[in-house]
């Protein structure tokens, strides 16, 4: 297992997520790696009611057959796919060839229980920032496709690193 930290970057008087630290450079390779700036990509770019997108997404993944998905194949959201398999979610985009993720829906479930918990705060101190959301999950880039694309039924990925 891969543990990362998504971290809130205050910017234009709010905190925004990322999968960066801090003091990193945006036009390097990410010190974090890959996979934790994809996580905070598809939560900042495809769940843009807030606390009610994550809500749809935690019915999602705790009650697949009467999702909009049953069969898992969720798709292209805003920049990002979403494919659920058994117990496993591969979350990828085609912008980033090396930004692709997987890990069981339990490590989603836990990441999106603590992005709400941000959302219904009141983090508006750039002084006093949120605690870093904790992120696990199986593998990233090319290896998270394989591992995907290896699951029996999976909605193969057919994009490659």
Partial sequence: MINRKINFIWYEGQYLLSGYLSDENTRYIPKQGYGVCEIAAWLSDDLPTGVNSVNI?????????????????FGI??????????????IGTEYVEEQQVIMTREQLLYVLEQYKTFLEGDYNDPNNPPDPIDVEFIAEGQEAIDMYNGLEGSHQVLYAC
């Fill in 57 to 73: 997404w935690i019915n999602n993944l705790t009650a697949l057959e009467h999702s909009r998905a049953p069969d898992g194949m």
């Fill in 77 to 90: 959201g805003n920049a990002h796919w979403v494919l659920i398999t058994g117990d496993y979610v591969f």
